[in-house]
């Protein structure tokens, strides 16, 4: 999910031919800063958590970063239990 959220950000300034854009990816991506990658995991937890989460859950909760990162871990957690 996160990757093709990632990508879909290189494609909103990409200007190539399709043939070069996953190179193009990659390189764009070695070259992010950290404080970038952090804004657009940031960005892509508050987009992505409504569908990690059920459409409903999100709507009737905080949706600040913060708190979507700890209901995606939360809800992580539960589904990657070990028994």
Known sequence: MFEDFLKDKHSEDYMGTDD???DSFEHWLSNLQVDELIE?????IVKLAPKV?????????DT???????LVN???NENNKTT
């Open 20 to 22: 070069d854009m996953p």
């Open 74 to 76: 939360k809800r992580w």
């Open 40 to 44: 657009f995991a940031d960005e892509a």
């Open 53 to 61: 989460l059920g459409q409903n859950s999100a709507k009737k909760r």
């Open 64 to 70: 600040s970063s913060d708190t979507m990162r700890e």
